[in-house]
């Protein structure tokens, strides 16, 4: 059992950045392939970005270039990040971090667990 929980979230001004967090609690974090999705209103769920154990990480390529992937194993962080640069208003959305055993999923189904998620809004 994994549980998640993200934040970071918030209101920016387009062009600006954020960051944000998910903080995994549970046995055998490590293990586990973490990923980012969001949703916005009226749309489905799309996939941005996962990263293995081994910190090897894998985009859409819709954020390629604008959206960094990290994790954080040492000293029983375990905290997957996502640096959001060069922000759009269209990238606001939801955001939701969840855990995977497979190996760079990228589909919802993939997923085991799933945080409750954490709103971005970029004005314009």
């Known amino acids: 059992q994994v549980q998640l929980v993200e934040s970071g979230g918030g209101l920016v001004q387009a062009g600006g950045s954020l960051r944000l967090s998910c903080a995994a609690s549970g046995r055998s974090f490590t293990s586990y392939a973490i990923g980012w999705f969001r949703q916005a209103p009226g749309k489905e769920r799309e996939f941005l970005a996962t990263?293995?154990?081994?910190?090897?990480?894998?985009?859409a390529d819709s954020v390629k270039g604008r959206f960094t992937i990290s994790r954080d194993n040492a000293n029983a962080k375990n905290t997957v990040y996502l640096q959001m640069n060069s922000l759009k208003p269209e990238d606001t959305a939801i955001y939701y971090c969840?855990?995977?055993?497979?190996?760079?999923?990228?589909?919802?189904?993939?997923?085991?667990?799933w945080g409750q998620g954490t709103q971005v809004t970029v004005s314009s």
């Open positions: 969840a855990a995977s055993g497979g190996i760079w999923p990228s589909r919802s189904y993939e997923y085991d667990y």
């Open positions: 990263v293995d154990w081994n910190g090897v990480a894998v985009y």
